[in-house]
């Protein structure tokens, strides 16, 4: 069973950046795909962004040059920097893991932009 903890949302102005974590519970250096992604009010979960075990990334086109996903296999830890924060980005942010067929999902960790 893999566990998630994500950490490091918050309020923030627009403009402004966040860093979110996920911890995991098991060693992530043989999770092929791990990734974030969020959910808003009213709107189903989307993708913000994937990395691979060979630390290939995709992102969603509205993240593209402002959000850096990133993986430290030593510490089991699923990074995500936020620049330039939108209002529309605000929402719960979920932190992902891929093994075989099973999806694993984190609790979430909620972000705030105000205008």
């Known amino acids: 069973q893999v566990q998630l903890v994500e950490s490091g949302g918050g309020l923030v102005q627009a403009g402004g950046s966040l860093r979110l974590s996920c911890s995991a519970s098991?060693?992530?250096?043989?999770?092929?795909?791990m990734g974030w992604y969020r959910q808003a009010p009213g709107k189903q979960r989307e993708l913000v962004a994937t990395?691979?075990?060979?630390?290939?990334?995709n992102y969603a086109d509205s993240e593209k040059g402002r959000f850096t996903i990133s993986r430290d296999n030593a510490k089991n830890t699923v990074l995500l920097q936020m620049n330039s924060l939108k209002p529309e980005d605000t929402a719960v942010y979920y932190c992902?893991?891929?093994?075989?067929?099973?999806?694993?999902w984190g609790q979430g960790t909620q972000v705030t932009v105000s205008s």
């Open positions: 098991v060693r992530i250096f043989s999770i092929n795909v």
């Open positions: 990395i691979t075990s060979g630390g290939s990334t």
């Open positions: 992902s893991a891929f093994v075989g067929v099973l999806a694993h």
